[in-house]
């Protein structure tokens, strides 16, 4: 069975700092992987998505990167802002079991 | 498109009632996922469904949930009886040839805003 980690659990950074998030995963056999913000109360929402023959993705200030023989992706965030602090949760897709494994997030807190 | 929409976004009852949470998938999408919330337990995947079809309940927790898909355009989980260890943050999701078609920038995963179920 695929598992997802991510660590740390919770980051606190000033403003202005960049930053990365990280996310490993077990079966490199994945059809893709997916990063999500989530804000307190919210839903799930899509920031990046990296297919399986990628090896990122770019999104304004963000950028996803993608290494399936290691079993890692990151999330860089450039310059941080406080409306950037939320839950960041990555997931992958794997090929066996047609379905999202999720990890458990990041909380992220940028200090003004 | 509006997006995966969900109901109701809250949901207070009492222990022994029944509930049903509904969802709208987007317009076209072919798989639909629900996934309870916890503090406790993160993100759980409890069924999906393709085309319709329920094709892995095996995350549902007890005989009390139940799930139902009658057309591409609605899906409905149900919890009867409730109790208060179901309290939690239900999620409905969709995406697009989730496999299939192996198709570029395919297999995105939409999530709506989510039911809020506190069970008394």
């Known amino acids: 069975k695929q598992e997802v980690t991510q660590i740390p659990a919770a980051l606190s950074v000033p403003e202005g700092e960049n930053l990365v998030l990280n996310c490993s995963f077990t079966d490199s056999a994945i059809y893709n992987l997916q990063w999500f913000r989530q804000d307190p109360g919210k839903g799930l929402t899509s920031l990046l998505l990296i297919q399986s023959s990628q090896r990122e993705q770019t999104s304004g200030r963000l950028n996803a990167s993608l290494d399936k023989s290691s079993g890692r992706s990151t999330l860089y965030i450039a310059a941080s802002q406080p409306g950037d602090s939320a839950t960041y949760l990555c997931a992958a897709f794997a090929n066996t079991g047609n379905q999202f494994y999720f990890g458990t997030g990041t909380s992220l807190t940028v200090i003004p | 498109d509006a997006g995966v929409i969900q109901s109701p976004r809250h949901e207070v009852t009492e222990m022994g009632q029944e509930v049903t949470l509904r969802c709208k998938p987007i317009?076209?999408?072919?798989?639909l996922f629900w996934y309870r919330q916890t503090m406790m337990r993160g993100l759980e995947l409890l069924i999906y469904f393709n085309n319709n079809v329920p094709i892995d309940d095996s995350g549902m927790p007890e005989d009390r949930f139940s799930a139902k898909m009658p057309n591409a355009s609605f899906s409905t989980l149900k919890i009867q009886p409730s109790e208060p260890r179901d309290s939690a943050v239900y999620f409905c999701?969709?995406?697009?040839?989730?496999?299939?078609?192996?198709?570029?920038?395919?297999?995105?995963?939409?999530f709506g805003e989510g039911s809020r179920l506190t069970v008394l």
């Open positions: 317009s076209g999408h072919d798989y």
């Open positions: 999701a969709s995406s697009l040839y989730g496999l299939a078609a192996r198709k570029p920038n395919t297999g995105e995963l939409f």
